[in-house]
């Protein structure tokens, strides 16, 4: 290895850490300062579809959006530069929600038919989790989304006889109050179930009849009572989850009864293809196979 | 018994565990198609009932409509035949929903008049569960029915306390706004009080007087604390039987101490140090990063 | 005592048991036809109200209602003459709602001009919870209300806090949107603050400027967010009680080996003043002093 | 310490425990009197910006408001003066609502141009929660805000994922729908998309093409399923709360073996029997059916 592929090298990890990672004093500052142009640049496209806005300050916004499209693009291009596997984030979810944030503003410049692709940029948002979930927020999200994960065979189920419900539902309203009342077709019919169902109750499609009426107030009070149905699988995980952790706590206590070093938590992220979840004693990324820092 | 009636026995067996089962590769693709031959003729069903697709591709959807029928007479037959009891299959709830899902288009081309039966065939969606029931989620499912049978008593009390509020709601409403205000009459204003006090608020009748609105009101905040009760009960519930069985699951080890044959589990040891307990999801072994096997 | 007298005793216990009670065969029959009633004379309320089913059924659903008074008056006097202290008995809260369902059609009698009062015969629907009451709703309804009592304060912080939040949102949009968009004043608005926290949303009043909507938008997701702790709070209450009562089981069923005679809870409820929740060792009524039969 | 000195500063001590405690008679007859007038006043803020009521009793409303600003003005002095460190008690939450409940009359007088800040004084219904924070809620507001406390990250990071759903979803309305729907810009786009994911549903904005309401269904559906997760989180924390505070009062039991001097619960044992352990709301003994004295 020559000394300048070894300054490479060692600028490659020095960027590696500040970008991927949040243990140092300029990665910190790298993710406060990215969370900040991703809120300007989000802010920038709602801004940008107010007709009124749009006519004042066009010039700017468009200014401003290019600014951003190249700052990110310069940002990408880092990552990939410093990543050990480049492919691999690229073809990872963040690299690809990374592209799909700059990408929409060259497709505009290019093909200037192809406007409403602009919306897409909104998708920059996405990449605000990648930061939260370097930070403190790490260990809660798991417990959440194990808890989500545990019950999702309770949640498919629970879906599935609603969509059922509010298929019948609307099909009996189709037949008991018909297109005149506003109940054009089984679809439209079945649309008027889900808002119904879910409490949303906008009020555009609503029974005239007798028994149209007392159909929907039997779907609002099916609606009214399910509801307590998932938050009870939910509830009734988080407090299995919560035992179950104080329970390893104490059994973790019992076995190493000297506390552990501080920073454990945020590096059981793994840098490479930013996994979160691994658990305290994993050496290695249970995805991609890569060493654990610690 | 002659080799002929053998045979048939045997071929009556074979059917029986394609149609009913889901243990052999044969009774899961069965299972598979039907699920989505059902899903295909509900959605037929759905965009018959557009007026717009209706006019345009008529003739294509009647002649998948038939086409299902005919599917579904031939597995209702099928069904019939392979049953070890048939008159008890027929007089199952699956076995009057397989009936009831083939009846309505017969029944149309005999009688023109009822077009408003074809309604009915919505119902097909629920000949889904039974095929869900066959798989994975059967287990899930029992938890949540004993959750639900066990509240039930408690759900019932509280759906009848909702209902009693929502008629004395009501019929205070139909006395302090009146027919003048849209309440028109006491059913009505009871329709109005449950669209209210489920909180879905259609809009469609609201009060305009001082008082109405200030009672309007109560009946919200009332509605709004409510909800918390079923949803506290089945919550609890779920809670009890989760514990239940973990202890239950606790109680067999004792019982059982050698480990479980499932080979599912077996594999998720890595082959290279012999940890065990990985994650479902994990590809790589989290102790010394070796690929796991499956 | 003379011999009348003690027939006349003996046909007040007789009557007392068969009125009040429930362990007989003729007390639950006349429970039964009690509910019936009940429910026949209440959707006599609802039809009447009806202005198209008063014009055609006027005569009939007058005489219909003229029966049930009379039929309720002789049940109301019955309970006077059977119960042990009378006094009580018209005092306590099912006395008064006996009285106020047969009240109303002979003040109309008497003052035609009253006819609103007619409305306060819907109180009926009151009395069925009584019958409820004496059934095996018992236990379950006292676990609920137990619970309920135990978060009464809990519950009223949140309540209190829910009305601040609303009168603050309620100001504001006030100043905010102004009687040019429909907030035409301080309780108008309340009222709408109301409608969106519950999520009722009527649309009846609705925010325009944008700055309005950014107000709203945060209203909508302080509402969505808080339903959470009342539902949160009973959850906890119901399963701390679950905890209990199976403790106190397991204490009971270690004390006591040999189960317990069934019919136990039903009579828990006192005969005479009807108040039930009286624990499991209790000898006389906590409320006025009557022996527990069991 | 001259004796002017001692009795000012006795004098000092004893508005203090008034003024800012309720162990005193005197000092609950205050919150008392002040809590009856800052519903009062509150009221009369209410009333007054009704324009009816405003017309007709305006001299009433405004003699009113100047006596109770005059009162509350006293009041504050009184704070001040009684205060052991007038500067710490300015300066906390409740020394600046009782400046700003008083502030808005004095200004509006001055400055007549500036008639919407007298809505400030709304404000001063915040001043009853001192009140209750006296009183017997402080525990129970303790637990629940420990609960919320300690389950503000999960419940932020709910909040930023629903937000970002919001953000996605009213992105994709104004492209799917656009301005001639109402989605007239992304920002009313992701009004909608509150209104629909809280399931307020006012319906003033609402979808007509069929992609949008299918959309659109997708979007309240999810947001009647994820309203389980906020819930979930505060029943587990306060479950774990609970479970908490019952394991230190047994150990505290432990330590502290002998019964507690509260007359309250002694009062409960049976004179004749001396049975103890009656409920708070029995009159009579549940053994005996003695009077229980009180």
Chains 1, 2, 3, 4 share one sequence.
Request: net charge positive; glycine share 6%.
């Amino acid at each position: 290895m020559s000394a300048d592929e070894q300054n490479q090298s060692s600028l490659k990890t020095r960027l590696n850490r500040i970008i991927f990672g949040y243990d140092t004093r300029a990665g910190r500052l790298f993710d406060l300062v990215l969370i900040h142009a991703i809120t300007i640049s989000v802010l920038a496209v709602l801004l940008d579809s107010v007709s009124s806005i749009n006519e004042q300050y066009h010039d700017f916004l468009y200014a401003l959006e290019w600014g951003f499209t190249v700052l990110f693009t310069l940002e990408y291009g880092l990552r990939l530069y410093s990543s050990q596997k480049p492919g691999a984030y690229a073809r990872s979810f963040y690299g690809l929600v990374d592209l799909i944030s700059i990408l929409p503003t060259y497709l505009v410049f290019l093909f200037p038919g192809a406007a409403y692709l602009i919306v897409i940029r909104i998708l920059r948002v996405l990449r605000i989790f990648r930061i939260l979930k370097l930070m403190r927020y790490i260990g809660e999200a798991n417990v959440l989304i194990r808890a989500l994960r545990q019950s999702r065979a309770k949640i498919f189920l629970f879906l599935f006889s609603v969509m059922t419900l509010m298929i019948i539902f609307g099909s009996l309203m189709f037949v008991v109050e018909g297109p005149e009342n506003g109940f054009t077709s089984i679809p439209a019919s079945i649309y008027w179930a889900i808002v119904t169902l879910t409490t949303v109750g906008y009020g555009d499609i609503t029974p005239h009849t007798y028994l149209g009426r007392g159909i929907a107030a039997l779907a609002m009070i099916t609606g009214y009572a399910i509801i307590a149905v998932p938050t009870g699988i939910i509830s009734s995980e988080l407090i299995t989850e919560h035992q179950r952790m104080s329970q390893m706590e104490k059994a973790d206590a019992r076995k190493n009864p000297e506390p552990k070093a501080a920073g454990d938590i945020q590096s059981l992220c793994c840098r490479h293809c930013q996994h979160a979840g691994h658990d305290a004693d994993a050496h290695y990324c249970k995805v991609c196979g890569t060493a654990l820092a610690r």
